[in-house]
């Protein structure tokens, strides 16, 4: 009998610096375009990734809870997707 193992259920795709997360653990991200661009990850405690050069077509795993609210920070141009868990 076969599975099915996921860990994030939820995504958000942004273009531009975002707060719309408010909790909830972090799976990584996915980065569809960049041209220099940048992302940098954040929450009331501190930072969870300092600012990150980033390329297209590359998946960023990082596994961290966030809470009170998480800060994606877009330098440059950037289409990217967020997958997470609440």
Request: one cysteine or more; hydrophobic letters at 35%; glycine letters at 12%.
């Amino acid at each position: 009998m076969t599975q099915e193992v996921y860990e994030g259920d939820k995504r958000l795709n942004f273009t531009a610096t975002n707060t719309t997360l408010k909790s909830g653990s972090l799976l990584g991200v996915l980065v569809a375009s960049a041209d220099t661009g940048t992302l940098k990850f954040a929450d009331p405690d501190g930072t969870i990734v300092n600012t990150m050069s980033v390329a297209a077509g590359t998946f960023y795993r990082i596994p961290c809870r966030f809470k009170g609210g998480l800060t994606i920070t877009v330098g440059g141009t950037v289409d990217a997707t967020v997958f997470y868990k609440t």
